[in-house]
């Protein structure tokens, strides 16, 4: 039987465009928001007053005046694979194609009836996108994995008191993945009974097809906020984002077949390999076009958090955020004819964010923050298509009110990740191991915001 493994990882995108591997764990992203990047995502008790409450805390949408924001981040995620199996690809490097990747975000808000408010959110909290050569040593298990996740959330706030607000979103979920790797079929029978391609002389890892897998679903969640301003100093913020699992029914997979130049041995015939494999490739066969179907999780998150203002410049603010990545447990992948289950035994993340804004006279804000998390998959899962891990994020950032209805902010986040075990193969067994982990991936990223928001 053919083996056909496909792991969907990270990357997000609005429309056309996508995001590469970025800040938050497993293929989540947290940068959705300029200024919100700037003090490193904290600010659930105080979110940035820019629209982007609709995503930081659906609780917190202006009742004073129309807003609308539009931002977005360009983040540039580098990395590689460095094999260190002691066999014989020891040493080789497979290094991440150099590209940045846009994030956009738009948020409209407006307040009606004096307490209350109702805006609109675009933005992409889950998706990455990990982009390898073709060549790179895990292209069997995926050289390119594309997850697109993009809400649109028509969000609704009440000011309850002076103290007191809550919101609530819809999440209209367009949900779109793309997978490509190569197949090698040198461990394949020749016939059901006779020697396997690489017994008489096919080499391993040699590639024989190219396989894409493509679809898209629609999806619908929601998204809950809270917001306490104890006092003009002291306030409280939790929000939660529901989690959805989305069944794409209508996808395809598609191959194309790679010649190879290989002929049997003289012994067994002397035939062509590519030959000999073409009827596969036909209407029908096991490595055919097909149908199939997948189902992708995307978790749920809960984030509480406090702010504080220090003195009248300086602002704090502390978030805990909870993300249930143990959804994400087996990646099914159904063709007609090429069928996998792959296992991820992701475990739910607890993260910490801390951040600052010193005020700079009346119009100027300087930030910073830090974000603190483990990693959602554990080490017999970390492969190329989401070489994932624990994370050390560090943020600068500064805001310009320009005129009473204009502001700007700017962002910068620097990424680290410490190196981490993983594996460019599929196993020796049916569920993987950490003994089949052959090498070391190494990650890291720069990434850039910016925002400007307009006040009617």
């Known amino acids: 039987m053919y083996r056909f493994s496909a792991i969907c990882v990270i990357a997000v995108v609005l429309g056309a465009l996508a995001a590469g591997p970025v800040s938050a764990q497993g293929f989540g992203v947290y940068e959705q928001g300029a200024c919100m990047m700037g003090r490193g995502g904290a600010g659930v008790a105080d979110p940035c007053p820019d629209g982007s409450g609709i995503f930081f805390n659906p609780a917190a949408l202006s009742v004073e005046a ?25 040493g080789r490097v497979s290094t991440l194609n150099n590209k940045w990747y846009p994030v956009p975000n ?25 982009d390898w050569p073709e060549n790179s040593q895990g292209r069997f298990l995926g050289y390119k994995s594309v997850v697109q996740g993009v809400y649109i959330q ?34 394949q029978l020749l016939t059901s009974t006779g020697p396997t391609f690489v017994a008489v ?5 040699t590639d024989f097809a190219d396989v894409q897998l493509k679809g898209n679903a629609l999806h619908a969640g929601y998204h809950l906020g809270l917001l306490l301003r104890a006092s003009d100093r002291l306030s409280f913020g939790i929000r939660y984002l529901s989690g959805q699992k989305v069944t794409i029914s209508e996808g395809a997979i598609t191959t194309t077949q790679i010649m190879t130049g290989y002929k049997l041995p003289p012994s067994l015939g002397g035939s062509p390999v590519d030959a000999l494999l073409a009827p596969q490739f036909a209407s029908g066969g096991k490595l055919s076009n097909q149908s199939a179907t997948t189902a992708i999780p995307l978790p749920a998150q809960l984030v509480a958090g406090v702010a504080l203002k220090a003195t009248p410049a300086v602002k704090l603010f502390f978030d805990y955020q909870y993300t249930n990545w143990k959804a994400f447990d087996v990646l099914p992948i159904n063709g007609q004819y090429l069928k996998s289950s792959i296992l991820e035994s992701y475990e739910d993340v ?37 070489p994932e891990g624990s994370r050390r994020e560090f943020s600068l ?60």
């Open 66 to 90: 129309m807003q609308v924001t539009l931002g977005g981040a360009l983040i540039g995620p580098r990395g590689n694979f460095t094999d260190t199996s002691g066999g014989a690809l020891n």
């Open 350 to 386: 607890h993260g910490f964010r801390a951040g600052t804004e010193i005020a700079l006279g009346a119009k100027h804000v300087l930030r910073a923050g830090v974000n603190l998390h483990g990693p959602a998959s554990p080490d017999q899962t970390v492969t190329p298509n989401l």
């Open 154 to 187: 028509p969000t609704f706030s009440a000011k309850l008191s002076d103290k007191l607000s809550v919101g609530i979103g819809v999440d209209l979920t367009y949900l779109n993945v793309e997978l490509r790797q190569r197949v090698d079929l040198s461990t």
């Open 397 to 456: 950032g500064f805001g310009s009110q320009l005129s009473n209805r204009m502001r700007i902010d700017l962002g910068y986040m620097y990424l680290g990740q410490p190196d981490r075990a993983g594996r460019t193969t599929a196993g020796k067994g049916a569920v993987p191991v950490v003994t089949d982990n052959n090498g070391i991936f190494s990650f890291m990223a720069h990434l850039l915001g910016a925002s400007v928001s307009l006040r009617f």
């Open 106 to 130: 738009i948020y409209l808000s407006m307040p009606f009836a004096k307490k209350y408010a109702f805006g609109v959110g675009v933005f992409a909290p889950y998706g990455l996108t990990t």
């Open 201 to 205: 002389g096919i080499p391993a890892n």
